[in-house]
């Protein structure tokens, strides 16, 4: 039995296997018995979007049966995935959001992510969600409606919220450059910086359904590099297709991962007395590297934002992030808002003078991917041997070899002091694990 659930919510094509009709029924039938469950009192359901054209039909799907059985909706439009433990918040009565997005996720894919109002769903949480699926296990055939709701004011609600955390922030005489990916964050992120004094300059903001995270956005930031020297922008921002991401562009155009925005972060008023820092097995050595030499434990995650979460909760540490993006204030939420996360990047970059977002030194790093149909056990043979030479041609740096938690991937990191060491180990390992694939049907060549 494959799991429903991958390191962030539940990702496939709109429209097949999961995301097929009947399979969201049945998905709908097991979560509503699961909530009945789980909160008898107040089961109402927030549901939030990005801008992908599949959204509308898997909402109404799933709304099907969710009023059919008693739970109430409250439907807040589109929103970045962030803004859902704040109308948790504002709503007693409702105690999950289900938010219909795939994040970085091309157009055509789809996803369900879930927040309680204890927080983002546990394994428990998820395996007891699973079961029920699978068993096809529903409520008792009875007919008992509920209401839906529209949330006119949701937007407005999550506006405030963060702009409560910055009331002494004032961005005037700033020009900032956003790139929202046409998804989520299209039309509070320009909004809020607004709000703060900002002079704002958008690209890829104007979502058609099937544009999301097209050649744009926090993947793929050479819009946001030209948008930036083209109006002289102060700096900029770049947001994934639901907003828990973010990435930054300097003035000169240069991109700077999570990587960098968590050493920038670590010297921010609200974290610089901050002892551990969170980051995931991705994160740059020369990252690393820094903390050590600032006498801060450096603390690596699995890879995935719920993962850097557990870490930083199990530490009590404000601080953590992925190199992708993902940026945690605990401080501010308990999971990753690209929003929030820029915000306070602006605050450090002014108050510092540092425009060029200088941070440490970076170890070359290669990457790539291969798109699996199976999943081998690496620590088993020929695997892990092949692991072990990979490790050797690095000449004293490092390999990271994992199966995507969101997509059918697997990902393929290198790191050496020498960027030619590195890609000459990432070719190594991506043809000698097509190779191997291929010969047990695992991997698709196309």
């Not at 990587?259 to 610089?272: A, E, F, G, K, T």
Request: negative net charge.
């Amino acid at each position: 039995m494959v799991p429903l659930f991958g390191t962030d919510g539940i990702r496939g094509y709109a429209g097949r296997d999961f995301f097929s009709r009947p399979s969201l029924i049945n998905f709908a039938e097991a979560f509503a018995l699961f909530m009945h469950e789980r909160f008898p009192e107040n089961n109402g359901i927030i549901i939030i979007a990005d801008t992908r054209i599949s959204g509308e039909w898997i909402k109404s799907c799933l709304s099907t049966v969710f009023l059919m059985r008693g739970i109430p909706l409250y439907d807040a439009g589109v929103l970045p995935t962030p803004a859902a433990q704040t109308l948790l918040e504002q709503l007693p009565q409702c105690s999950a959001v289900l938010i219909i997005s795939a994040s970085h996720n091309p157009a055509d894919d789809n996803g369900i992510k879930i927040v309680l109002k204890t927080g983002k769903m546990t394994t428990k949480d998820e395996s007891a969600l699973e079961q029920k699926f699978f068993s096809k296990q529903s409520l008792p055939d009875t007919i008992r409606f509920a209401h839906l709701k529209k949330m006119e004011d949701a937007e407005l609600i999550y506006q405030a919220t963060v702009l409560s955390a910055f009331q002494k922030t004032d961005f005037t005489g700033v020009t900032v450059a956003l790139d929202c990916a046409h998804g989520a964050t299209y039309r509070v992120a320009p909004a809020l910086f607004s709000a703060l004094g900002a002079n704002v300059i958008l690209c890829n903001a104007n979502p058609d359904g099937t544009n999301i995270n097209k050649s744009c956005g926090s993947q793929a930031p050479s819009d946001l590099q030209e948008t930036v020297l083209k109006y002289q922008a102060s700096i900029g921002f770049a947001f994934d297709g639901d907003g828990d991401r973010v990435i930054a562009v300097t003035r000169k155009g240069i991109v700077k991962d999570g990587d960098d925005l968590l050493v920038l972060l670590s010297q921010h008023p609200c974290y610089r007395s901050e002892q551990t820092i969170v980051g995931t097995q991705m994160s740059n050595v020369g990252c690393e590297h820094f903390f050590t030499e600032q006498k801060k434990t450096f603390m690596r995650a699995d890879v995935g934002d719920k993962y850097v979460a557990q870490a930083m909760e199990k530490n009590q540490a404000l601080l953590g992030g992925e190199p992708v993006g993902h940026i945690i204030l605990a401080d501010l939420l308990k999971s990753g808002d690209g929003i929030r996360a820029a915000l306070r990047v602006l605050e450090q970059v002014i108050a510092s003078n540092n425009w060029d977002l200088e941070t440490f030194t970076k170890y070359p790093q290669a990457q790539a991917s291969i798109v699996v149909d199976r999943r081998f056990d690496l620590t088993k043979e020929p695997y892990s041997t092949l692991l072990q030479e990979a490790e050797l041609l690095t000449k004293g740096g490092r390999i990271l070899v994992r199966y995507s938690g969101t997509e059918p991937l697997l990902r393929i990191m290198a790191e050496s002091s020498d960027l030619q060491q590195a890609h000459q180990t990432v070719d190594f390992l991506k043809t000698s694990f097509t190779k191997l694939f291929s010969s047990h049907s695992g991997v698709s060549l196309s």
